[in-house]
């Protein structure tokens, strides 16, 4: 009987555990695509890496001089 109640604990705290674990690595994984999608960037003139392609791929689709004037944004440190 306690051999019953002592594994039944251990069940218990195994799926607690993979809970919290796989909480943290969603929670993880919404932090990177954040920093990698979304944060504002001085390099890019204060825009996200998403805004500052989508920009990118509109003037030159226009083909126009704002190409050169947004890449040469990306190459100042």
């Known amino acids: 009987m306690q051999q ?3 594994i039944n ?3 218990a705290l195994f799926f607690s ?13 919404h932090y990177i ?3 990698n999608n979304e944060r504002f960037q001085k390099k890019l ?5 998403v805004e ?3 920009r990118l791929l509109k003037a030159a689709k226009r ?10 944004v990306s190459i100042k440190f």
């Open 45 to 49: 003139n204060n825009l996200s890496p």
């Open 33 to 35: 695509e954040f920093y």
């Open 4 to 6: 019953a109640i002592t």
């Open 63 to 72: 083909n126009d001089r704002q190409v050169e004037q947004i890449y040469s």
């Open 17 to 29: 555990f993979f809970t919290i674990c796989i909480s943290s690595f969603q929670q993880l994984h």
């Open 52 to 54: 500052y392609r989508t």
């Open 9 to 11: 604990i251990t069940i």
